[in-house]
């Protein structure tokens, strides 16, 4: 007698379970994502540990400038406007860059595509683990920071609930700033080195610090992922908090689908 | 029901055609050994069975489904060139995460099964970048079991494998396909193939010369007679003067190809004043049906 053929695929839910599971373990066995960690924690000391020095300039008189500055600030004219708790951004583009060049090396995508797997799923399953990952920098940089402020003796003035909207702002964007970053790194896939320096030059917020030159400090840029980075600040409230939410999960959506079509057409391997 | 039915199946990468309307069919239950020259077209159409590439035209089911369709993708296990498996990882820890990208339940027992299968349970806490060739092999086959795939496609899968392991092999294909699994295999090794395929499919040029099943094959596998005797050269001479086609093989035997019996040749040497040493009646194999058919393509 024939053997009856039964065919069924696993929900959508049960196959992003799977997706995440192993890249949530990939993530946590990488020695990658602690370096980038203590890198998070280190920068902030590094900083505010430098203006300490004898005859170094006096680049911040309030620790938490380190973490945000004081009012959103698209037009930058100094390394202390600029080096604040976004450049996690950077150091998150160049591990999703790795992340996912790894995928493509060892052949674990073509493992992966020939199953039921859907493209849809890989590009969130990256997205989240890659946003979780600098979530969790946004953490160890606030405290490098609070623990470089205690050595240095800088201010610790700062309106507690502003400073909450910015941080948890900053890391609500890691969402929008990690579905960019695979979406280069899915378009550049077959180029390991030009994946990570697209996601360096797209992490520098160049192109809107570029930008905002020409329009000046303009609240039209928190439309874009560096701007509404920049505009979780130290004067951040709820609305902050909010506009972050929701320019990051626009970002989010708009490149895991261009990110899941450009999948879809190309061959994978 | 077939497992793939393939048709008109194109695939073009720039310029160049890889697969020029190529036309296959797998029955259910088939092992199906899929054979033909470097660069014929064998990976591209596997590739495309399994999701990786896209076809440029033509149509692909599998058990009547889209090839594209999920949930027959669920049911397929795969191992084209190398297993895709992360080199720091443990070849325990590599399954471990193909079974949770499949959704295998019990994934500690299936895995332990398949890896008993493929003979590398002693294997599951190496790391996978400093295991052998044929053990990567292997491993590429115990993944491609997880998940009881109903269709397994295996991209030179005996590559590397010492004879031991290729026996191995030989005995997990052959339960398979017992237990109504299909399962298509490339290869360049013939006689391997030879001992397990129940089907065949013979591509050259990006289009599948022939289908066969194991019988057909062996009916069309032309029988051949073949001798030795003290003096070959002028043996040679003699029978080529009668038959139209005696070659000499790589065991030192005279072969004589065509329709004759061993008694009529025996007979035409003593007439000739040879006398035969051995002499045997035998059919070309697989690999020598499968040149005769690449060097007819030629012609």
């Not at chain 1, 990256?126 to 240095?152: E, H, N, P, Q, R």
């Not at chain 2, 590599?94 to 990208?101: D, G, I, V, Y």
Request: hydrophobic share 45%; proline share 2%.
């Amino acid at each position: 007698m024939a053997r009856e053929l039964k065919f069924e695929s696993p929900s959508f839910a049960q196959r992003l379970k799977g997706m995440l599971g192993v890249d949530f373990y990939r993530l946590f066995h990488t020695p990658l994502f602690y370096i980038f960690l203590a890198i998070a924690a280190v920068i902030p000391a590094m900083i505010l540990g430098t203006m300490g020095s004898e005859g170094a300039e006096q680049l911040y008189t309030n620790t938490w400038h380190i973490i945000a500055a004081e009012t959103p600030l698209y037009v930058v004219n100094g390394i202390s406007e600029y080096a604040n708790m976004n450049m996690v951004f950077i150091f998150g583009g160049i591990m999703v860059s790795i992340f996912i060049g790894h995928d493509y090396k060892s052949g674990y995508v073509k493992q992966l595509f020939t199953t039921h797997a859907k493209k849809e799923d890989y590009m969130m399953s990256k997205s989240l683990v890659g946003a979780f990952s600098m979530a969790c920098m946004c953490v160890t940089y606030l405290f490098g920071a609070m623990l470089a402020g205690l050595l240095v003796q800088t201010s610790f003035e700062v309106n507690a609930g502003s400073l909450l909207c910015a941080v948890l702002g900053k890391m609500v964007m890691s969402l929008g700033w990690a579905s960019l970053y695979t979406f280069l790194n899915i378009i550049f896939r077959k180029y390991f080195g030009v994946s990570i320096a697209s996601s360096f030059f797209f992490g520098t917020g160049i192109l809107i610090i570029g930008a905002a030159a020409i329009v000046g400090n303009s609240s039209v840029l928190n439309i874009f992922l560096y701007g509404a980075s920049v505009y979780a600040c130290l004067s951040a409230n709820f609305v902050t908090l909010i506009v972050c939410i929701a320019c990051s999960a626009a970002w989010a959506a708009i490149y895991n689908v261009l990110g899941a079509r450009i999948l879809a057409k190309c061959d994978v391997y | 029901m077939n497992a793939i039915e393939i048709r008109n199946l194109t695939k073009s990468f720039g310029e160049k055609q890889a697969l020029g309307g190529l036309n296959m069919t797998v029955p259910v239950g088939a092992i199906y050994g899929f054979i033909g020259e470097n660069g014929s077209g064998k990976s591209t159409t596997e590739k495309i069975v399994c999701g990786l590439i896209h076809e440029s035209g033509g149509s692909v089911t599998l058990f009547g489904k889209p090839h594209t369709d999920g949930d027959v993708r669920a049911k397929i296990g795969v191992l084209i060139e190398a297993p895709g498996c992360f080199p720091n990882y443990s070849v325990w820890n590599n399954m471990k995460l193909q079974a949770a990208n499949l959704g295998v339940r019990n994934a500690d027992e299936e895995i332990v099964k398949v890896l008993k299968l493929v003979r590398m349970e002693g294997a599951a806490s190496n790391k996978y970048k400093n295991c052998s060739l044929g053990m990567k092999q292997r491993i590429g086959i115990a993944m491609a079991l997880l998940g009881d795939p109903e269709l397994l496609v295996l991209d030179e899968p005996i590559n590397g494998l010492d004879a031991d392991g290729m026996r191995i092999m030989r005995e997990v294909l052959t339960d398979l396909a017992k237990k109504g699994r299909t399962i298509v295999i490339s290869s360049h090794i013939l006689g391997e193939l030879e001992k397990i395929a129940t089907h065949y499919g013979i591509v050259r040029g990006g289009k599948m010369l022939c289908e066969m099943t194991a019988e057909e094959l062996d009916a069309s596998c032309r029988t051949y007679v073949a001798l030795q005797t003290k003096d070959m050269p002028r043996t040679k001479a003699v029978l080529g003067g009668k038959y139209s086609r005696v070659e000499e093989d790589e065991a030192g035997y005279l072969r004589v190809y065509d329709t004759t019996t061993p008694e009529e040749i025996v007979t035409h040497l003593y007439q000739n004043g040879i006398l035969v040493g051995e002499i045997k009646t035998d059919k070309i194999g697989l690999e020598e049906y499968y040149i005769d058919l690449m060097k007819e393509g030629k012609r």
